[in-house]
């Protein structure tokens, strides 16, 4: 089911968080004025009373799905019991977005804990547009794929990341979830410009912005001695600010979620992320109108 134009209009308006169960309870008590909730399914597929919570969330939240243990560039094909799972949850909920990662995470059966990278080649795209067109089959709606955070370059790519991701467009038609801050840390990893790769990042097709804290770790490999690690345990850092404002310049006002998953703060706090992007959004958006070009 598509989303409606008022609902991406009030999604696009008021920022929403990652709902992580030890939060669960607390957002059933007090309703806190964020404007949705994004959960993992993953969470709530094992946990009747976790579900039950969140069921009581949907008359008073918008909610996104954004599954982790979809694993939509393994080789070996997609988990159709999993996906099963996770389309049972989809039609309780009835979310206004589903989406997951431009990743694998699961290699002859075997669920590996991280979100691994694919080459950018012929291949790689069969092989995501294939799992992608039988995902959305199996989900019956469209699911929005995210640009991965990038710590790595694989010899065998023959496309860089952008090219991978307009490709993936043009033969799928699909749309995407842009997470800024992990623009941010694969420039800065990889060593590119990430205002360059927002403003060649396929506008037209994208659904949703995400935001999300990375911790820097000293690593001799890496330019300047530090990597960036899109770990979710910190708030939101100045650079990804600044570069979601360039976004929603670029993009217009776009569905923002704050993803925080480890080391979890007080929801005040989460909240008051939330209401950060809401006021960068909303300057960046005037001088999006103030601007003739
Ligand atoms: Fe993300």
Not at 21 to 40: C, D, F, K, S
Not at 92 to 104: D, I
Not at 175 to 184: E, F, I, Q
Not at 278 to 289: F, I, L, Q
């Amino acid at each position: 089911m598509a989303i409606t134009s008022n609902e991406r209009i009030r999604l696009a308006d008021r920022t929403g968080v990652g709902l992580r169960l030890p939060h669960l309870a607390e957002v059933v008590a007090t309703r806190p004025p964020v404007g949705w909730l994004e959960i993992h399914p993953e969470n709530f597929l094992a946990n009747p009373h976790g579900l039950e919570l969140l069921i009581d969330l949907v008359r008073d939240y918008p909610i996104s799905v954004h599954t982790v243990g979809i694993s939509i560039g393994s080789a070996d094909g997609i988990d159709r019991a999993h996906l099963r799972r996770v389309r049972a949850l989809v039609d309780r909920l009835n979310p206004v977005l589903v989406s997951g990662h431009l990743a694998w995470s699961m290699h002859g059966g075997t669920y590996l804990n991280d979100l691994l990278p694919l080459p950018y080649t012929e291949e790689t795209l069969r092989t995501v547009a294939t799992h992608l067109a039988e995902v959305q089959d199996g989900l019956g709606r469209a699911y929005l794929i995210e640009n991965p955070s990038t710590y790595v370059s694989i010899a065998t790519s023959t496309m860089t990341e952008i090219e991978f991701l307009h490709a993936l467009v043009d033969v799928t038609g699909c749309r995407l979830l842009c997470d800024v801050s992990n623009v941010y840390l694969s420039g800065h990893n990889m060593g590119y410009d990430p205002y360059e790769f927002i403003d060649r990042f396929p506008a037209g097709a994208v659904a949703e912005l995400h935001l999300g804290g990375f911790t820097a770790e000293e690593d001799e490999a890496t330019p300047g001695g530090t990597l960036l690690v899109d770990t979710h345990a910190h708030a939101v850092a100045a650079p990804s600010w600044d570069l979601y404002a360039h976004a929603v310049r670029r993009f217009g006002s776009q569905p923002t979620i704050i993803e925080w998953d480890d080391e979890l703060p007080g929801l005040a706090i989460l909240a008051g992320e939330a209401y950060k992007a809401d006021g960068v959004r909303e300057r960046a958006k005037e001088v999006r109108h103030a601007d003739p070009c």
